[in-house]
């Protein structure tokens, strides 16, 4: 039979509201002799709090959501790393949901979130070009029963939290890409919804546009190493890597989408980057260890998810949004010889 608090309350020669006060984190504290007794009985008797009741007791469920678009995306997965890190110490657990990209499920996610009386839900992940209006009624609901929104990567009207200057990042990769020597050039982005995509593939046609320098091909499909295999498959298959002797230079608008374009370079029996040359974006962990090595823009992906969490637990910081700028990385995947 489970302990009760009854139980440790007779143990302990106190009242159960008094044992409740000790063990649920109340910020009525009894006397110190008292508060020893109560905790000796509990571990004695085994006894462990309820986490509803801690919650209630202190007007804090001290949990934290975090909602992203897939887990199983290392740049999601060390943003969530980044968070875990940045609540170390804080008594505050981590929460994940991994929404599969679907807006339905991650309003989903947020109302289980609020369901647990989270004291905080970070949003990670590129939001669409249009404003959801669903998704900011339920979040403001949430805030106006005192809970903290943030948002990781792109702004919200309502929340704080840490943007990307994406636009930023990819121009200046495209600029180190020309200094290289490149002038052929192809972009491979992510669905045009998605504004992290958008912006990428904006900052880097802007770039070469102000150089004077055309793109050969420009092209939307999924956010996804997928995605990125699929267009780079159709880009080989259309001929445009093969007609000229200058290796066609393709960005693509994330490092999975550049993963699986390498994929499919491979597949047609063409080398990297003899024949194409590919860069992607964000460096998500082991990215340098391919063979060969693909150029990049760096963010600092565990620093954000830390900065993000540790913000948001900060009242004074909780609606403050910061930018982080990228830093291209150059490697093998564009080299000219």
Known sequence: MAVRL???????????????????????????????RVRAAAEELGYFPNAQAQALARSSAGLMGLIVHDIADPYFSSIARGAQRGLAGTGVQLMLASTEREAAAEIE????????????????????TQDDALLQKV???????????????QPFPSA????????????????ELLKLGHRRFAVLGGEAELSTSAQRSAGFLAKLKSAGVVP??????????????????ELISSGVVASSSAPLCVFCVNDVMALGAMAAIRAAGLR???????????????????????????????EIGRMTASMTLNNGEAERRMVVEGTPVLRDSTRLD
């Open 139 to 153: 979040l403001e609901t949430y805030q106006d029963n005192g809970g903290k929104v943030a948002m990781i990567g």
């Open 272 to 302: 990297v980057p003899d024949d194409v040359a590919l860069a992607g974006f964000d460096d998500i962990p082991t990215l340098g260890d391919q063979f060969p090595s693909i150029t990049t823009v760096r963010l600092p992906l565990e």
């Open 160 to 175: 704080g939290g840490v943007q990307i200057d994406n636009e930023g990042g990819a121009a200046a990769l495209a600029a």
């Open 6 to 36: 009854a139980d440790v309350a007779k143990a302990a020669g106190v009242s159960q509201s008094t044992a409740s006060r000790v063990l649920n984190g109340s910020t009525r504290r009894p006397k110190p002799e008292i508060a020893d």
């Open 109 to 128: 996610a947020v109302r289980a979130f609020m369901s647990y009386r989270t004291d905080a839900i970070l949003l990670a992940g590129s939001r669409g």
């Open 216 to 233: 050969e091909v420009v092209r939307e499909g999924t956010f996804t190493r997928d995605g990125g295999y699929f267009m780079m498959s």
